[in-house]
């Protein structure tokens, strides 16, 4: 049972376009937000978050929203560079649950075309 | 620049055969992940240690799979006997224990069982 579903496994967008990269959750108790990017050979690293708290939390080129009442959020990347070529995980923890540890999605692969 | 160090980065052995994973921990951190990554499933929580104390490791198969953390910038995971399910990358990742903190991962560790 996946609790954080991103239901694209690859997404190509025109280099200088808006990239848009979705993510669903099942658990009403998941508090916080998190979006890291990986390229092959090499760990996530961290990209942006979001607490429940907030709808909308911008850094850059990038914007994360969520939209609690759907339970999805999404990462924006304007405009999209031919180094956000990589693959997205989102991420998902609850903070009242004791537990520390982020349930991540399985990835979307984003490929930025020239 | 503070990162999670993981030895070794790529290891293939042989069916039955002992596997030991090392990771180093960012210093001051005091919560201790180790994640899975497969094709199929994702990223999948296998442990989590706080404070060096084992917190949670219903992810990992009990019967062939241990989690230590010999001493705070040292944490192993090991894997005996060793199976060809097995294969794959091993994350270890690290962070300030509580929902709404960032975890930093390592390199991920490359594990091929034939």
């Known amino acids: 049972d996946q609790q954080v579903k991103q239901n694209s496994p690859s997404l190509s967008v025109q280099e200088g376009r808006i990239s848009i990269l979705n993510c669903d959750y099942t658990?009403?108790?998941?508090?916080?937000f998190l979006w890291y990017k990986k390229y092959p050979a090499e760990g996530p690293t961290f990209l942006i978050s979001?607490?429940?708290?907030?709808d909308k939390n911008e850094d850059g080129r990038f914007t994360v929203f969520l939209n609690k009442s759907a339970k999805h959020l999404s990462l924006h990347i304007v405009p999209s560079q031919p180094g956000d070529s990589a693959v997205y995980f989102c991420?998902?923890?609850?903070?009242?649950?004791?537990?520390?540890?982020?349930?991540f999605g399985k990835g979307t692969h984003l490929i930025i075309q020239p | 620049d503070a990162r999670v160090t993981q030895t070794p980065r790529h290891k293939v052995t042989e069916m039955g055969q002992e596997v030991t994973m090392r990771c180093q921990p960012i210093?001051?951190?005091?919560?201790v992940f180790w994640y899975r990554q497969t094709m199929m499933q994702g990223l999948e929580l296998l442990a989590y240690?706080?404070?060096?104390?084992?917190?949670?490791d219903s992810g990992m198969p009990k019967d062939r799979f241990s989690a230590e953390m010999p001493d705070a910038t040292l944490a192993t995971l090991k894997i005996q006997p060793s199976e060809p399910r097995d294969s794959a990358v091993y994350f270890c990742?690290?962070?300030?224990?509580?929902?709404?903190?960032?975890?930093?991962f390592g390199e991920g560790s490359w594990l091929t069982v034939v």
């Open positions: 991420a998902a923890s609850d903070s009242g649950g004791g537990a520390d540890g982020l349930t």
């Open positions: 990742a690290s962070g300030w224990g509580g929902s709404g903190n960032t975890i930093y």
């Open positions: 210093l001051g951190h005091n919560t």
């Open positions: 240690f706080r404070n060096r104390a084992p917190l949670d």
């Open positions: 658990n009403s108790m998941f508090d916080y």
């Open positions: 979001i607490s429940s708290i907030k």
